[in-house]
């Protein structure tokens, strides 16, 4: 029984893996018609940067959900990833264009989110800590500070010189379609710092989702293990928005249908699980549209439908972890 029981799981993300290795081929391969040098630069860095992408929101959203303890909260719900585009126009607007022109890329993008973090770490502890709050409380409160840092990046955007907007890499018109290559070499440095920094509370995840009590009873330190995770997701969020920009139910999509497919709480299974149907979701998803179907139909678009969707339905049926 015990056998079984830890085998279903394993082979669940197999499978996974098997259909995300067979979307990823599909995606190098299926109609090429031109120089496989031309191929690979082109349809690898795009491949690598959705890969980078379905990591990030993946073990970002599944993190989130268990500090926050609720399969409905994901970081982009709450206005993460929208912050991190109003981090992007403050640099702009309080170095000014001119003189962040002469740092290097990379450099901008870890100073970017160095601040990210500490202003992630501030938000969250605003809105988690205190006084217990409704789930619909906390969802209402996201979606409010998403569109305040969506209107104040708007307004700063209006009042950038547009020479000084030019100088922006370009995050809040990236999206599936249009990704942003620019800064694939800092996005994997940075997810793989992210990685690391994970490892030391690898250990504890599991532990965590039991929730508060329990988990001070068991010997770790809540608050400093909870406030550490939650800088790995502001990471994370920055890493999958730099590259594709914003997304709303992307990463409550994958989260949750990890947590269909494996049937299990562990972390050991629904994060492998989360990244691995993030990638099916996203290289499939180009796969099919651009090059099987020939639609127009942009991907972002059935992404967040069928999130939204789900959204609507876990949110009536009440989901909680």
Do not use: K
Request: aromatic letters at 8%.
């Amino acid at each position: 029984m015990v056998l079984t029981s830890w085998r279903s799981p394993a082979l669940r993300v197999l499978v996974l893996g098997v259909l995300a290795l067979l979307c990823m081929v599909g995606f190098m391969t299926v109609n090429v018609q031109t120089d496989w040098d031309f191929i690979l630069q082109y349809r690898g860095s795009r491949l690598l940067a959705l890969l980078l992408t379905a990591c990030a929101i993946g073990i970002s959203t599944v993190l989130f959900q268990t500090i926050t303890h609720s399969r409905l909260l994901t970081p982009a719900l709450m206005g993460f990833d929208v912050l991190y585009v109003l981090v992007q126009t403050l640099a702009l607007l309080v170095w000014g264009g001119s003189q962040l022109a002469e740092w290097p890329p990379s450099l901008r993008f870890a100073m970017q989110v160095l601040v990210m973090v500490m202003l992630a770490l501030l938000l969250f502890r605003l809105l988690f800590s205190g006084s217990v709050r409704s789930l619909h409380l906390m969802i209402l409160l996201g979606m409010l500070a998403g569109m305040l840092f969506r209107e104040l990046s708007e307004l700063g955007a209006r009042v950038l010189d547009p020479s000084e907007f030019g100088i922006s890499t370009g995050v809040p018109q990236a999206s599936f379609r249009r990704i942003n290559t620019q800064l694939l070499g800092a996005a994997a440095v940075a997810l793989t710092l992210g990685g690391l920094l994970l490892l030391r509370w690898w250990r504890c995840l599991d532990v965590l989702s039991l929730g508060r009590d329990i988990t001070i009873n068991l010997g770790v330190a809540h608050g400093r293990v909870v406030l550490g995770i939650m800088a790995v997701v502001a990471i994370l969020v920055s890493v999958a928005t730099v590259l594709v920009g914003p997304t709303l139910f992307f990463g409550l999509l994958i989260a949750n249908l990890a947590y269909w497919f494996t049937g299990s709480p562990r972390h050991c299974w629904t994060l492998p699980a989360s990244v691995l149907a993030g990638i099916i979701c996203l290289v499939g998803g180009q796969v099919l549209l651009e090059h099987v179907l020939a639609s127009t139909l942009p991907l972002a678009l059935v992404i967040e439908l069928a999130g939204g969707l789900l959204f609507i339905a876990l949110l009536m049926r009440g989901v909680r972890q």
